[in-house]
């Protein structure tokens, strides 16, 4: 975190705060910054935001889901310079660099005398990220891009009586495809509440929570859009299994996390297998 970093991030929080969107503001320092310095760190204080729960249930995703959609209505406003929108690690992966990272990945596990668990998640990812740069080199260039929140999920978004007071931590914030920041938050809620990716219900349900999120946008979800979606949701184990496998610091952290993503990308390739069926449940309603 630097100081160009976290002054962006303030300047995201305040652009929120002010659009309608419940996110804290640093309380100021004696001399008006929103940040100080102790021991060689960044200290700021926001106000305390008494809550009673977070979003880690399906009814609680349901009703906070339509506030990233404001969130990214407020944010692509924001005009940030490259410390805002370019997080120095992030829980993300470009389409076009999908592949790059997930071969280097599983170089990385070739060269530690991997198990045969590691050797499938190896395969299956490279397999993965290959299937999806063909699809995706055809719908994602096109797509706007801007500054998205980076990390909807879980003790991010903070309820009292059944209402959302407080979504926070901006520290994945960064310039996007909108999309990619929603499949984020398909991909937990897929994971956490819905399991198989290839269960008959699965696109229907995922498709209310998009809904949802469209009813919260300005300038609704394009039918292109749409159509990439389940592409970007398939994508999303690869910032973990590619991205992040690689540049972990150790074998030990990075093998934890090879045996954490194990089942998510079998289940992401699933989608592309069968992406018709995926893209006419994600289209849109009328």
């Known amino acids: 975190m630097t100081p160009a970093r976290l002054d962006a ?39 305390y935001i008494r809550s009673d729960g977070q979003m880690d249930s399906w009814e609680r995703l349901e009703a906070a889901i339509p506030l990233l959609g404001r969130a990214h ?7 940030l310079d490259g410390a805002g929108r370019q997080p120095e690690f992030v829980n993300h992966v470009e389409p076009d660099e999908a592949l790059t990272w997930a071969t280097r990945a599983a170089r990385r596990i070739e060269g530690w005398d991997p198990t045969a668990m590691e050797r499938q998640l190896a395969a299956t990812s490279v397999e993965l990220a290959d299937r999806l740069a063909e699809a995706e080199r055809v719908l994602m260039p096109d797509l706007p891009r801007q500054l998205v929140h980076g990390d909807f999920w879980d003790n991010n978004v903070l309820f009292r009586d059944g209402r959302v007071v407080l979504v926070t931590d901006l520290d994945f914030m960064g310039e996007r495809a909108r999309i990619d920041d929603l499949a984020l938050t398909l991909y937990f809620a897929s994971l956490d509440f819905l399991g198989d990716a290839a269960a008959d219900d699965l696109p ?13 946008l300005e300038h609704k979800l394009t039918d292109r859009e749409r159509l990439a979606l389940p592409l970007a949701l398939a994508r999303q184990p690869l910032w973990a299994s590619g991205k992040w496998l690689t540049l972990l610091d150790t074998e030990e952290t990075a093998r934890r996390l090879a045996t954490g993503v194990a089942p998510d990308v079998p289940w992401a390739l699933t989608i592309v297998q069968a992406l018709p069926r995926w893209q006419a449940a994600f289209g849109r309603r009328h």
């Open 9 to 47: 991030i303030n300047v995201a929080r305040t652009a929120l705060a002010l659009g309608g969107v419940p996110a804290s503001r640093a309380l100021p320092c004696l001399d008006g910054r929103p940040w100080t310095t102790l021991a060689n760190r960044l200290v700021e204080v926001e106000p």
């Open 204 to 216: 229907r349900r995922l498709a209310q929570l998009i809904d949802a999120y469209d009813r919260g």
């Open 73 to 79: 209505t407020v944010l692509a406003r924001v005009d």
